[in-house]
C-alpha cells in the first residue's frame, strides 16, 4: 500500500493498476482475516480445554482465563473489555506481519507486467536457440527489461537480496534507454538482452551456477545487462582517433568498457534505481568489482591475452581456475556468440554489425580520416569477413572456454549423477568375475556411455561448421557475380573501343575525301583560271597580229605593185602564225 501510495503521489501509476491492486490486497486480508479467526478459534477452544481440567491451580487457570480467553462465565465484563482489546490489537499486528510477508515474497512481480505472449517465450529461455529478436517485437521493444527480470527470478536473487520491485523496474528501464540512446542497429537493448540469454544457457548446460556463490551470479548477470550501456556505435579507436570526450576522461584506455560500467553504478547510486540497497557492505565490495573486471575483459583488445591465460592455466595437470577470471571468458565468449548461433540468427546479427561498421566508416570518410577495417561500404567482403571472424577469433574462444567449462563442472555434476558411481562399479564388479570378453567389452561401454553422457554438450559446435558453409556458399556467388560484372564490363569496352575504331576510320574517309575534293576543286579552278587567262592571251595575240597584218598590207599596197606577191599573207599562214605566238606563251608561262 505504501508503493501504491508514492506512485499515485508522482503519478506513475493507472487507475486500471490501482483498482487490480487493491483488489488484491482486499482479497489477501480476506484469506488473513478468515485464516486467522480460524486459528484464534482453535487456540481459545484448546485454551478452554486447559482450564477446565484440574491440571492446573486456581491462580494459574485465571491468568490463562483472563489473558487467552473471553468467554469464561466467572469473568466480568470489565475484565472482557480488556481481553477483547488485547486481543483486537495482536489481532491487527498479526495480519499486519502476515500480510507484509506475503508482499515481500509477492513483490518481485508487483509492478512488472509481462505479457502472456511473451511468458510463452520464456518458457524457452535456457536453450541455446533462443530467438531473442521475436521476444523483443512481442514485447513491444522490451526484450532487456523481460530477459533480465526472467534470469534474475530463476535464480531467485530478487528474493534473496531483497531487490524492490519498483527500483528492480525502473533500472531495468533506465538500461533500455540508455542502449536506445544513439540509435544503434547492433549495440543496443536487444544485444544485451542475447548476452544475458546467452551467458544464461552457458550457466544452464555446464551446471557453473553450482560452482558460484549468489552474490557472484547476481553480479554475472547484471554485468551481462549493462556491459555495453550507452555504446555510441563506434569503436574506442574512433574515440581515440577523434579525442573525444570518452577518450579524454578514460585516457584512451578502454574508453567504452569504462564508460559502460561507471555509467551503471550511477545508475544504480539513485534511489529509485537501487537494485542493491540491501547488500552489506561486503557483499557490495565483491558485486561492485566482479561487474567491473567482468565489463572490462569485454574490450575486444584483452582478446588474445584472456584467450592465452586461460589456455596456459589449463595445461597444468591440477589448475586453480580463479572464478573472476572463469566469468569474464563466459560473458565475453557471449558478447561474440552470434556466429555460434543458427543461421537466420546469426545473419540478423551480421547485418545489423556491419551496418554499425559502414555507418563509423562514413563518419570517419567526412572526418578526413583513414576509413577502420570492415567500415568501407564499397569494399568490404562481408562472407569473408565472417569466415575470418569465427576461424579466428570465435570457434578458439569457444574451445577454449568448452574446456575451463568441463574441468570446473564435470566434479559437480558428477555429485549430481549418481548413475556414474554406479556404472563404475558394476564395471568393476563384473571385472572381477570371470567373464567372457565380449561381457568385459559390454561393460566398458556402459561406464563410456554413462560418462558421455554427462559431458557438458557445446551447442556451438554444428553452428560454427554449418554458418561458414552458408558464407562460403555466398562468397562463391558473390565472387561469381562480380567475375559476371566484370567480364560484362569488359565486353562493354571492347565493343565501345571497336565502335570508336570504326567511327574513327569512317570519319578519316570523309576528311580525305573532302579533302580530296577540295584539292581537285583547288585543281579546276586553277585551270579554268588558266584557260581564261589563255583565252584572253589567244584573243590579244590574235587581234595584235591582225593589226600588224593589216600595217604591212597597207605599207605594201602603198609600196611597189610588184612586189605585191612577196608581202601578201594568206588566211592559213595567219591561223598557223597565231597557234605558234600561243605555244610559246604557253610554254613560257
Known amino acids: 500500500m505504501k508503493t501504491l501510495l508514492k506512485r499515485l503521489k508522482r503519478d506513475e501509476i493507472s487507475k486500471n493498476d490501482i483498482v487490480k491492486n487493491l483488489e488484491y490486497v482486499v482479497k489477501v486480508l480476506e484469506k488473513v482475516y478468515d485464516g486467522e479467526k480460524r486459528r484464534l478459534q482453535e487456540e481459545e477452544q484448546e485454551l478452554n480445554e486447559v482450564v477446565e481440567t484440574d491440571s492446573v491451580s486456581g491462580i494459574v487457570k485465571e491468568w490463562l482465563t483472563s489473558t487467552f480467553t473471553r468467554s469464561l462465565s466467572n469473568m466480568n ?54 530467438d531473442v529478436f521475436q521476444v523483443n517485437d512481442i514485447g513491444e521493444g522490451h526484450a532487456l527489461k523481460y530477459v533480465g527480470y526472467e534470469i534474475l527470478q530463476k535464480y531467485d ?12 523496474d525502473n533500472f531495468l528501464l533506465r538500461l533500455e534507454q540508455g542502449y ?34 549468489d552474490v557472484e551470479i547476481f553480479a554475472t548477470i547484471i554485468a551481462s545487462l549493462v556491459h555495453d550501456f550507452e555504446h555510441t556505435g563506434t569503436t574506442n579507436a574512433f574515440h581515440i582517433n577523434t579525442s573525444s570526450d570518452f577518450a579524454i576522461l578514460y585516457n584512451d584506455r578502454a574508453v567504452l568498457e569504462n564508460h559502460h560500467s561507471s555509467s551503471a553504478f550511477k545508475i544504480m547510486k539513485d534511489e529509485n534505481h537501487n537494485i542493491v540497497s540491501n547488500l552489506t557492505r561486503d557483499q557490495y ?68 554489425l556491419i551496418e554499425e561498421f559502414f555507418r563509423q566508416g562514413d563518419m570517419e570518410s567526412e572526418l578526413g580520416l583513414p576509413i577502420s577495417p570492415l567500415c568501407d561500404r564499397k569494399s568490404t567482403n562481408i562472407s569473408e569477413s565472417q569466415i575470418g571472424f569465427i576461424d579466428f577469433i570465435v570457434d578458439p574462444s569457444f ?10 563442472s564435470a566434479p559437480l555434476r558428477l555429485q549430481n549423477q549418481p548413475q556414474i558411481a ?20 559390454s561393460v566398458d561401454s556402459d561406464q563410456k556411455t ?48 571497336s565502335s570508336d575504331t570504326v567511327g574513327e576510320s569512317v570519319t578519316k574517309k570523309a576528311d580525305d575525301s573532302d579533302e580530296k575534293d577540295n584539292d581537285n576543286q ?34 605594201c599596197k602603198k609600196s611597189a605593185q610588184d612586189d605585191e606577191n612577196n608581202c601578201e599573207l594568206t588566211e592559213s599562214e595567219l591561223v598557223v602564225s597565231s597557234y605558234s605566238s600561243l605555244n610559246d606563251g604557253d610554254a613560257a608561262q
Request: hydrophobic content about 35%; aromatic content about 6%.
Open 77 to 130: 465484563k470489565r475484565t472482557e473489555e480488556k481481553v477483547f482489546k488485547f486481543r483486537s490489537v495482536a489481532n491487527a499486528i498479526r495480519a499486519g506481519i502476515v500480510v507484509d510477508r506475503i508482499y515481500r515474497r509477492m513483490s518481485s512481480s508487483a509492478g512488472l507486467h509481462v505479457p502472456p505472449n511473451v511468458l510463452l517465450q520464456m518458457k524457452n529461455i535456457d536453450t541455446w536457440s533462443f
Open 522 to 555: 583547288q585543281t579546276r579552278t586553277a585551270k579554268t583560271g588558266d584557260a581564261t587567262v589563255t583565252s584572253i592571251n589567244v584573243k590579244s595575240a590574235v587581234e595584235e597580229e591582225k593589226r600588224g597584218t593589216e600595217a604591212e598590207e597597207s605599207e
Open 180 to 213: 536506445s540512446k544513439y540509435g544503434n542497429p547492433y549495440h543496443n537493448l536487444v544485444h544485451a538482452a542475447d548476452v544475458t540469454q546467452t551467458m544464461h544457457s552457458i550457466f544452464s548446460e555446464s551446471k557453473l551456477s553450482l560452482w558460484l556463490t
Open 450 to 497: 554413462a560418462v558421455e553422457s554427462l559431458k557438458m554438450k557445446q551447442m556451438w559446435i554444428n553452428s560454427f561448421a554449418q554458418n561458414k558453409k552458408y558464407w562460403r556458399d555466398k562468397a562463391i556467388k558473390a565472387t561469381e557475380a562480380q567475375n559476371a560484372e566484370m567480364n560484362a564490363a569488359e565486353q562493354k569496352s571492347i565493343e565501345d573501343k
Open 422 to 441: 554406479k556404472a563404475e562399479e558394476k564395471s568393476s564388479r563384473r571385472k572381477n568375475s570371470e567373464s567372457s570378453l565380449s561381457s568385459s567389452s
Open 157 to 168: 536473487v530478487i528474493n534473496k537480496f531483497k531487490i524492490n520491485s519498483l527500483s528492480l
Open 285 to 352: 565490495r565483491e558485486f561492485r568489482a566482479l561487474v567491473i573486471e567482468i565489463v572490462l575483459s569485454t574490450d575486444m583488445s584483452f582478446h588474445f591475452q584472456q584467450i592465452k591465460n586461460m589456455k596456459n592455466l589449463l595445461s597444468l595437470s591440477d589448475p586453480s581456475i580463479d572464478k573472476t577470471k572463469a566469468l569474464s571468458l563466459v560473458v565475453h565468449c557471449a558478447d561474440i556468440s552470434h556466429p555460434a548461433k543458427e543461421w537466420n540468427i546469426h545473419l540478423q546479427w551480421t547485418n545489423r
Open 399 to 408: 574451445q577454449v572456454m568448452g574446456d575451463m567449462l568441463e574441468r570446473i
